[in-house]
């Protein structure tokens, strides 16, 4: 199983694969970077996430403890 991660460019749309939620959002952050829009990840279970939902895909302890104290405090009092 892996992430789908989808976006327009002005060539058409671009669909990428990755294994892991930490390589999808690398892989559709770069996209954006790179003049990419509607970008969207999809998780194996189906679930789509759009650019403005990417904080809310569900990633590894290792990616929440990176992103800072605050940030996982406000992840467990959801």
């Known amino acids: ?8 460019s002005r ?3 671009l669909v990428h694969r990755r294994k892991t939620a930490d390589a999808a959002l690398k892989e559709a ?3 954006s970077r790179s003049g990419c829009y509607d970008v969207t990840i ?3 279970e189906g679930r ?3 650019s403005s939902e990417f904080s809310d895909l569900p990633r590894s302890r290792a990616a929440e403890r990176s992103a800072g104290p605050g ?6 009092s959801r």
């Open 71 to 76: 940030r996982a405090i406000s992840r467990l």
């Open 42 to 44: 999809t998780t194996p």
């Open 29 to 31: 952050r770069e996209m």
């Open 1 to 8: 199983m892996s992430f789908a991660i989808r976006a327009k």
């Open 48 to 50: 789509e996430y759009h």
């Open 11 to 13: 060539h058409g749309e």
